[in-house]
């Protein structure tokens, strides 16, 4: 797993919010960094730099992914005719994990993780255990609830405001893909231009 799931929203500490929304998260009752002196130290202005190498975490942080597999999304991205940035942002919200996060079913994007790399999620009926497999609109996301119960029961109480791209039957644990996002919809708080001039720099 990219990031250590007992640290993970030691990110949202430092930064004042947490970038899952998730309402658990420590960071809304202490929205200062960790430490003993986190609560009354004021954050530093960050230099030009530092912004985008936040923006850039932000993304990385959301997806729970390495800055080595960040990387090479945005080297794939710049090839073609289409905008980097939507390319990018679009890659990686395709993901199948980010997806099983994203329509409600898990409730952390480490326990989507996990149910995919246990072969726990189904893609058009087919068992498919990459969490960076790219989905494609009219696909459908289904949980093998026969042999994954537990798994099953956990996403039929999972709640999530779901995008408007996708289509969620939590009934029959189904989601489609109706479309490609559009970048406003995205559910990620992160400056994805500003993601694009880090590695541009």
């Excluded at 029961?153 to 996002?181: F, G, M, S, W």
Aim: proline letters at 5%.
């Amino acid at each position: 797993m990219a990031i250590k799931v007992q640290a993970k929203h030691k990110f949202c500490r430092r930064i004042g919010e947490c970038i899952w929304d998730d309402p658990k998260c420590p960071c809304v009752k202490r929205p200062y960094p960790a430490g003993s002196a986190g609560k009354n130290n004021r954050r530093r202005k960050l230099s030009t730099y530092g912004e985008l190498m936040l923006e850039k975490q932000k993304l990385r942080f959301h997806y729970a992914i390495t800055e080595k597999q960040l990387k090479n999304a945005y080297l794939k991205a710049r090839a073609g005719m289409e905008p980097t940035h939507e390319k990018l942002f679009r890659s990686l919200e395709m993901r199948l994990d980010a997806t099983i996060f994203h329509c409600g079913f898990a409730p952390s994007i480490f326990a989507a993780k996990q149910w995919v790399n246990h072969g726990h999620i189904l893609v058009d009926g087919k068992r498919v255990d990459r969490n960076n497999y790219v989905l494609r609109p009219g696909q459908t996301i289904t949980i093998n609830a026969e042999k994954s119960p537990a798994v099953a029961e956990a996403a039929k109480n999972t709640q999530r405001t779901v995008p408007a791209y996708l289509e969620v039957d939590k009934d029959n644990l189904k989601c489609v893909v109706a479309r490609l996002p559009m970048l406003e919809e995205i559910p990620v708080k992160a400056n994805i231009i500003s993601v694009i001039e880090y590695y541009a720099r």
